[in-house]
């Protein structure tokens, strides 16, 4: 049985402006993705939405199917796994059309956190709620995100015996690759006097080690069958998630482990090994978290330590291991997972123009959600499976 | 409504909500100056703050008790980004995740304005903010620091 296949992509230009709704530039990126697989509406018969879990008023949801024009579904679903929702969406549409549920599947996901008079910093700011443990938390100044990873960085870096010259390397990195994609928020090359003259925003992370949001959509098309003569497929070759327990006590770390085997799994129902993946799509809203997946996930060639590697520009342009390679959610745009995935299709495609990297014919996926709680992960092949 | 002092970290409206809440207990036992946290009710194993079945006995029901004030800083940050309109300081503030030697992690500031350069492993006390009007875990720093909790598993 072939593999089912990412036969369609489309994307909104993602900006750093503000204004926009949500269920507007998911429209658009519908449209895009129809467009992109020559495909006509009538012949979808599956969608499935992802949105930010943040507070927004316009969150897209299944309504979505009716605002978009979609006509009689035999699929329709709002996935929430938070980070991790829009690679398992993917997985999840895959499945569906395996198991002759739908026959083509739009997945999409929308957000808008940059609204007129205030930062995207403000719209996370103001989420969370003053209940349960993240009101406690809220209490004790954690806004928004970045102060929770803060902590996870000290501690990680604490842990493994790594510096912020990792975090350096990680973010030089990512800018490195973002020169060359025109969609990406920040393409100024950047070496370690820029990284270290950067504002810091909660030790030891820096306004560089977090990812840019912005306004913008993404939607893809999974089809049992490729559609003859359009774009050339890429096939989802293997699936994989981890839901690791960690406890929010001693003994042993709250926040790291477990991650490995939504990878393990992945790589096993593909068929191919760590060495057999041309490039790797980390989902990154801050600097340490590559370090983190990266170890995690055991993808450092030869298992030496990721620091190291990092430093060397093993994930730079020219690396041995080409990680993000459109500047990810740091340099490129952050949007909550279909980031790797757009730029994976890309790369696959081999329309990735000056950030192509030459033959690249297998990729790793990644999506993250909580504080590093919920990993789902594909692989995807420019050949068909078995 | 009651005037509370203010903070000098978070505007009141940050005030937690606890009542009918798991996390009611924490609340009730600060009012009265106890630090207390949950445990399996069945074979006392250190439950999460939200905790409801155990993993060890797989027992049911949080027990909440006092336990000692202390503890270790487990990962720390100093936040530089102050802009939000929900914070009361412009000087960059300390969030701390402490390890309880009741061996729960809680993250919180401190009860002062920050003073010092926390590390990892540094020992501290555990006291009460009033952030409107409601006890929230703060903490205090003792001086010490842990050389078992320096260079971390």
Known sequence: MTSPAIVG?????????PGGRARDLAVVAIEAAL?????????????????????????????????????????LEHLEIKGATTVAMVAHAALAVRAGLARRVLCVFADAPLRPGGSAGASYDNSGGVSGVRGLERASGVLGSVPTYALLASRYLAASGGTEEDLCAVAVSARAWAVGNPDAVSRTPLDCAGYHASRMVAEPLRVLDCARPVNGAAAVVVAGHPTAGVQPPAYVLGLGQSHPRRRRHGPGESWFGGGRVAVETALRSAGIARSGLDIVELYDPFSAVTLCLLDEYGLVPDGGPVGEFVRGGGIAPGGTLPVNTGGGQLAGFYLQGMTPLVEALTQLRGSAGARQVDGASTALVTGLGGRLDHHACLVLGREAGS | MTEHPADWLVSPELAPSFEGTALAPLFEHAERGELAMPFCAECAEPFELDQEVCDRCTGTGAHWRPVPPSGVVHARTLVHRTASPLLRTTAPYPVLDVELDSAHRVVMTTLEP????????????????????????????????????????
């Open chain 1, 35 to 75: 467009s992109d697989a020559g495909l006509r509406r009538e012949e979808v018969d599956g969608l499935l939405v992802a949105s930010s879990q943040g507070i927004r008023p316009d969150r897209v949801s299944v309504e979505l199917a009716r605002q978009a024009g979609l006509g009689d579904l035999r699929l």
């Open chain 1, 9 to 17: 992509l489309g994307t909104t230009p993602m900006t750093t402006q």
């Open chain 2, 114 to 153: 920050a003073t010092r350069d926390w590390q990892i492993g540094d020992r501290v006390r555990v006291a009460f903010r009033r952030v409107g009007g409601v006890p929230v875990p703060a903490a205090v720093p003792t001086g010490d620091t842990d050389p078992t909790k320096e260079e971390p598993a």
